[in-house]
């Protein structure tokens, strides 16, 4: 009897030895979180249909670093990794947004690292809403985030905040939350190679970990040309900071931002003209605030006068007195005879 206990044993590590790594919930070796396997699902819960609200090559606010971005129409939703990583940067403590250019830095995000040089970026995020922490590894349909209404956010009458999700896969480099936007297809979209395309509703196959897939997935694998051509109609309505870091002070809930205008933002350029009748006039487009820049034209300055005479420099006697200007040449003053 010893002897047989010993030989099953002895099977039992041979055939451990011989065969694969066996590992629950369908995970094996080679889909790791970190780096992460391949493929995106649409970063909301699965079953559940959504709008595109914006999609790739715009004028309005998709071009640029933000090309291959998509606008989804998620109001205060759950928001789901779409490919698995290690979580990079976070903020959730903005509670500002609205439709201009001032709320560019006021973006709640999550950024997740793939692994590949590129991640996700999810923008606009509700204030103290984010489930993830900094370093945190995640898996293809956790919840993240709630979606909401910071940084530049437009209503479809660009009256006030409109609450949505943008998403893009982007270049990884260091502690930018915000780069160049790359191409990126959905292994759950089966029409149009998984590119979202705007105004069409999409259904989410992404369920997560332990869930039953209810939806087929088609995997869309082929490399997409990266070639942004679309052409801000408006340069200074963006829908982050490019030149942002996550370390970045955060304005105070309910903060008034000041409208400053920027560099780029429409600041009128003097011309080669007689600056005392110009009138200079710099108007901002595509936002919900139109401003003037115009210069009240002044008399010439009082430092220097005209030189005419003046009922002060002429005597009261008469009006055959002379004037000598006084052009002093030895320390005393010319008088007249």
């Given amino acids: 009897?010893?002897?047989?206990?010993?030989?099953?044993?002895?099977?039992i590590s041979f055939l451990?030895?011989?065969?694969?790594?066996?590992t629950l919930g369908g995970r094996t070796s080679a889909d790791p979180l970190y780096p992460a396997a391949p493929g995106y699902l649409l970063p909301w819960?699965?079953?559940?249909?959504?709008?595109?609200?914006q999609g790739e090559e715009t004028g309005f606010t998709h071009n640029g670093t933000a090309a291959y971005a998509f606008d989804f129409n998620l109001n205060y939703d759950t928001v789901v990794a779409a490919r698995s990583g290690r979580v990079?940067?976070?903020?959730?403590?903005?509670?500002s947004g609205g439709c201009n250019a001032s709320y560019s830095a006021s973006t709640n995000y999550v950024v997740i690292d793939h692994g590949d040089g590129t991640s996700g970026a999810y923008l606009h995020l509700a204030y103290n809403s984010v489930q993830v922490a900094?370093?945190?590894?995640v898996e293809r349909g956790e919840p993240i985030a709630i979606s909401g209404e910071t940084g530049v956010t437009c209503s479809e009458d660009d009256g006030g905040p409109g609450p949505h999700l943008h998403f893009q896969v982007q270049r990884t480099e260091g502690d930018h939350y915000f780069t160049q936007s790359l191409p990126v297809a959905f292994d759950d979209i089966k029409d149009?190679?998984?590119?979202?395309?705007?105004?069409?509703?999409?259904?989410s196959g992404n369920y997560g970990k332990g869930r039953e897939q209810k939806i087929r997935l088609t995997p869309y694998r082929v490399p997409r040309v990266y070639n942004p051509v679309a052409v801000a109609t408006d340069p200074t309505l963006r829908d982050a900071d490019p030149d942002a870091i996550h370390e970045e002070p955060t304005p105070a809930p309910d903060a008034v931002i000041e409208e400053a205008p920027t560099a780029d933002a429409g600041v009128a350029t003097p011309q080669p003209?007689?600056?005392a009748t110009a009138t200079r006039t710099a108007t901002k487009t595509a936002t919900s605030i139109a401003w003037t820049a115009t210069p009240t034209p002044t008399p010439a300055p009082p430092e220097t006068p005209t030189p005419e005479p003046t009922a002060e420099d002429t005597p009261s006697t008469g009006p055959t007195a002379t004037v000598i200007p006084?052009?002093?040449?030895?320390?005393e003053p010319t008088t007249t005879p």
């Fill in 88 to 95: 990079t940067m976070v903020r959730e403590n903005s509670n």
């Fill in 45 to 53: 819960e699965g079953g559940q249909i959504h709008e595109v609200t």
């Fill in 134 to 137: 900094a370093g945190q590894l």
């Fill in 326 to 331: 006084a052009t002093p040449t030895s320390g």
């Fill in 16 to 22: 451990a030895a011989m065969l694969p790594p066996i």
């Fill in 192 to 203: 149009g190679g998984g590119v979202p395309q705007e105004g069409a509703a999409y259904a």
């Fill in 273 to 275: 003209e007689d600056t």
């Fill in 1 to 11: 009897m010893p002897f047989a206990a010993m030989a099953f044993a002895v099977t």
